[in-house]
Every structure is written in structure tokens, then in C-alpha cells.
């Protein structure tokens, strides 16, 4: 086990950046032709800094990635809504989408949902674990129940708001990578956490692993704070993503 004290100073730089970058399309419904075919679809991203991409350029994180990937799959114009939040956790999005009538008009209106949370949960109790290492573990096991619970009201509020909807959707989860390989902890924490997620994939919702992608590629995919992706790792995470398929909106 390596000393907690050591992820603290590792995660402080990106945990010091808490911004909201919120782009809404003037329209936000599916468009369709005399003839019935879907012209536009609506796409809105949920989440954390994966969502909006830091560590990569404008334009290269896995949304505007996998936007492009699924415009090219699809023939059809794809318009985004990113939601993407830096540093947030899945307690924040499950309060967000129970409350913010941004986020439930942008996922009730869309036909495809990429979700991309968890991590800074793992981070947060990593942080919080610094100056106390007898609670390392503790604390993690702690976070994990949370998060977990987390997930279960978010999938459950994302259900709820789709629920009646006229149009076929899909949805995405986003898998955990391990930022910290050189702690035992992490790594099972990360394990656990994506069991648990790609528990709730069903005919139109999907899990994109990326754990193994990412596990001894670290230095390739990952930006210079050793967290987040770089632009190649965002794609890794599109590529996966494109590679689930669009289920009936093909």
C-alpha cells in the first residue's frame, strides 16, 4: 500500500478547478422530415471534467469526439448539450438532475445521453484520507457505499426522465480508468464501481469499459496532471463509446 499522502499532493492541481461549461442547442428535439425520418438528433453529455474534456483542446474531449463518430454512424446531424461539470460528484448530479430544470429538460429532450461519473468520488475520499492514513481504507469502502447509492438515484432519476418518451434513445455510461495504478486501494475501488455500473445496461442503455485501455497506457493517454486524459485518451473513451452502437436510432 503506498502512503495516502502521496495521492493528496498527486490529485491537488486538477481539484483546484470547479467550472460549469454549459452549452444548449437553440433547439433541443428531434427534428423530423415530412416523411418521418429523424433530420436532427439531440445529444446532451452529463458529468464531470471527462464531460468537458479538460486536459485535452477545444474540440478533441470524447463529446465532441463521439459527436462527430455518431454523425458519421447515424447520417444525421447530431446537435450537443454539454453539462459537463469539473469536480463534480455523483452526489452533485443526482441533486442536479432532481432539481435543475436545465438538466431535466436537456436529458428528457434528448435521444442520446453519455453519462461520465464517479471518479471524484474516489479522489474526494482520497484527499480526505491524506492526513489521516489509518482511515485510508476505511474511508474509501465509505465513499464506495455512496457512490454507489449515488449512481442508483441518477440511473433512477434518467429512467424516470425518459419515461414516456415518443422517440427512441439511447444512453451511455462512461467506465472508470485508474488515474493512480501504484495503489492497491484504487484500483479495487475502480473495479468495483464499474461492476457495479455496467450492472445497468439493458437494450438501450450501455457501458463502455475503459479501464483496460487505459491500465499500462497511462503515460500515453494521460494529460500532464497524471488524471485526466489527453487528446488521445478522450479518444479511447469515444472509440468505445461509438463501438456500443445506436441501437434503434439507426
Known sequence: MHNPSFIHGLISLPCRYHFTRIVISYRRQAAYNGEGKVMVYAYTAIGDSLTTGFGALPGNGFVPVYRRMAEGRLGTPVVPANLGVNGLTTGGLKQRLRSSNVYRAAVKDAQIITLSIGGNDLIKAARAAGPRPGEFQGLLQQALRDCKRNYSDI???????????????????????????????????????????????????????????????????????????????????????DALGYGSLR
Do not use: C
Request: net charge positive; no cysteine; glycine share 12%.
Open 155 to 241: 440511473m433512477g432519476s434518467l429512467t424516470q426522465l425518459k419515461a414516456g418518451s415518443r422517440s427512441p434513445y439511447i444512453i451511455r455510461m462512461v467506465g472508470l480508468y485508474n488515474p493512480y495504478p501504484q495503489v492497491n486501494e484504487a484500483t479495487e475501488w475502480v473495479r468495483e464501481f464499474n461492476r457495479y455500473a455496467a450492472g445497468y445496461s439493458s437494450n438501450n442503455v450501455g457501458f463502455a469499459s475503459v479501464y483496460h485501455e487505459f491500465a499500462g497506457n497511462e503515460r500515453g493517454l494521460l494529460f500532464l496532471d497524471h488524471i485526466h486524459p489527453n487528446g488521445r485518451g478522450y479518444r479511447v473513451i469515444a472509440g468505445k463509446l
